[in-house]
């Protein structure tokens, strides 16, 4: 699960609409907030654990980013 950095009570989620190699979008169902990461490896260890977490769902599922 990864927490909200703004409201501290919501959850983010991957925007896999707008996923792929080098731009990473999450979003927030409490408050709304949006964090979108250009190079996400750049932006330190949070968005790197997440970019390569999804790479590896969309191994495991077969498809790709």
């Given at each position: 699960?990864?927490?909200?950095?703004?409201?501290n009570k919501?959850?983010?989620?991957?925007d896999?609409?707008?996923?792929?190699?080098?731009?990473?979008?999450?979003?927030?169902?409490?408050?709304?907030?949006?964090?979108?990461?250009?190079?996400?490896?750049?932006?330190?260890?949070?968005?790197?654990?997440?970019?390569?977490?999804?790479?590896?769902?969309?191994?495991?599922?077969?498809?790709?980013?």
């Open positions: 699960m990864i927490k909200c950095l703004k409201c919501g959850r983010m989620f991957v896999r609409v707008f996923l792929s190699y080098n731009h990473l979008e999450l979003y927030c169902l409490a408050c709304g907030k949006r964090e979108m990461y250009q190079n996400p490896e750049r932006h330190g260890k949070r968005a790197a654990w997440i970019m390569n977490s999804e790479k590896i769902r969309a191994k495991r599922l077969g498809s790709t980013i």
